[in-house]
């Protein structure tokens, strides 16, 4: 199935279906062109299957396909440009398009691929097929096809809005227009618009998909590790307190003997003490005897 699309404008095309589409000013129309020069009705294309073609309704102003003028009717085939009023279009056939994408450039030919945002509209509207519209750093939205989202709604304003990406956030501008722009159902002049926000403008609503608010994450606190002091580790707790000034202390003994040693220190102090009292108990016996023998 062949489409028919803005020369200027890869993003709005028309499918061509059976039995025909009508192009004119007004919105009753399959394809809308703003254009002082443009009847409201002012022509259509006529499909059967893949053979097209293309009726000027309004004899007294020609229409030009690859630059002839047209006052009946002619043959459409696919890459034809169509010239109505100041404004450019194009019959493509979406399958050669998709082919010649696929094929990669003669060697040395320098291709320009476009920088992509990431952000991007996908419409809510029934009538707009749930269609999904990606947003470049700069994009507008309006009924004008001079709009990089060009959307044929009679009450849409020719230039309605403005999207702006801006350090990865994605803005909102509202161009002065007659019916108002919406964010999630309040009518704003400018405004930030997030990941699954709703636009609206007049009464075309949208869904906003884009990358994630850097705000919306959790941010891990780093972990400071604490410096112990050297030997600290060694110590029981219930010793670093009777350590501590102003502790009391339970005895002068420790408590927790390591292997035993503690028990064999007051052993053998013990033992000292006994030794001693026995000497002195001996002593005062031999003085005692050599007073008395002396008598």
């Not at 009717?73 to 440009?81: Q, S």
């Not at 056939?93 to 990669?104: G, S, V, W, Y």
């Not at 992509?116 to 707009?128: I, P």
């Not at 000292?272 to 001996?282: C, D, N, Q, T, Y």
Request: proline share 6%; aromatic share 4%; glycine share 8%.
């Amino acid at each position: 199935m062949l489409k028919i699309r803005f020369k200027d404008n890869k993003y709005n095309a028309v499918w061509l279906v059976e039995p025909k589409i009508t192009i004119g000013r007004s919105a009753t129309n399959a394809l809308v062109i703003d254009d002082p020069l443009v009847s409201d009705l002012h022509m259509e294309v006529l499909v059967d299957n893949e053979h097209l073609t293309l009726r000027n309704l309004v004899p007294l102003q020609p229409v030009a396909v690859n630059g002839q003028k047209v006052n009946g009717a002619c043959e459409l085939k696919p890459g034809d440009e169509i010239t109505i009023g100041a404004v450019e279009l194009v019959v493509i056939d979406p399958k050669r398009e998709a082919r010649l994408a696929a094929t990669p450039p003669a060697e040395g030919t320098q291709v320009r691929i476009p920088k992509t945002t990431g952000w991007s509209l996908k419409a809510n509207h029934s009538a707009l097929a749930n269609r999904v519209f990606p947003l470049k750093e700069l994009t507008t939205i309006g009924r004008s096809s001079e709009c990089d989202i060009s959307l044929p709604a009679a009450h849409l304003s020719r230039r309605h809005a403005q999207l702006q990406v801006i350090d990865g956030m994605l803005f909102v501008k509202d161009l002065d227009s007659a019916n108002g722009t919406f964010l999630n159902g309040k009518r704003v002049a400018e405004a930030r618009v997030k990941r699954g926000d709703e636009l609206r403008f007049d009464a075309l609503s949208f869904g906003v998909m884009g990358p994630a608010d850097d705000l919306a994450k959790t941010t891990l606190r780093k972990v400071t590790p604490q410096v112990s002091t050297p030997g600290a580790a060694a110590i029981p707790p219930k010793a670093r307190a009777e350590r501590t000034p102003g502790a009391t202390r339970s005895s002068s003994v420790s408590r927790t003997p390591v292997g035993g040693q503690g028990k064999a220190e007051v052993d053998q102090g013990s033992k000292g003490k006994f030794g001693w009292v026995i000497l002195g108990v001996l002593a005062f016996a031999v003085i005692t005897t050599l007073i008395l023998t002396r008598k």
